[in-house]
């Protein structure tokens, strides 16, 4: 199944100018826990609640003065759209992350995907699955 198929596309991004007390009012209002720093549509990083509580709270930052590009991480690894799923969960493994952006062929932000929402996935599947069990089963 191809991640176009299972990413949301209603990522939320924003500039790397943005400051930290920014991205923490939009991850509370938008309910999210990590928001992908763009340069245009391109990612170029991601900051999570983690990266807040661990390098803005915990060294005592006052977070009106510090900004995404200052606390986001870089490394960020993204997947392309058309991959699948075992590509995705092969990518988060590998490189110890719970988020990855999803771009098109050009490198542009389309959407993201999760570890929860592969959990989520799979839990789907075992669904079915216990439901074809239960319908083959004799009674009992």
Do not use: K
């Not at 719970?98 to 075992?126: F, M, N, W, Y």
């Amino acid at each position: 199944m191809p991640i176009e198929d299972l990413a949301r596309d209603d990522v939320v991004s924003a500039g790397a100018e943005t400051t930290v007390s920014d991205l923490a009012t939009t991850m509370r209002d938008e309910r999210v826990g990590s928001i992908v720093i763009t340069d245009g549509a391109t990612p170029v990083g991601i900051v999570t609640d983690r990266d807040l509580a661990m390098r803005v709270l915990a060294d005592g930052d006052a977070a009106a003065d510090s900004t995404a590009e200052a606390v986001m991480s870089e490394d960020l690894v993204t997947i392309e759209r058309d991959h699948g799923f075992y590509e995705a969960a092969d990518l988060m493994s590998d490189n110890g992350v719970r988020r990855l952006p999803v771009c098109d062929a050009d490198g542009e932000l389309t959407g993201i995907i999760t570890a929860d929402d592969l959990s989520e996935l799979i839990a789907d599947e075992q669904q079915h699955l216990a439901d074809v069990i239960r319908a083959q089963r004799p009674p009992y």
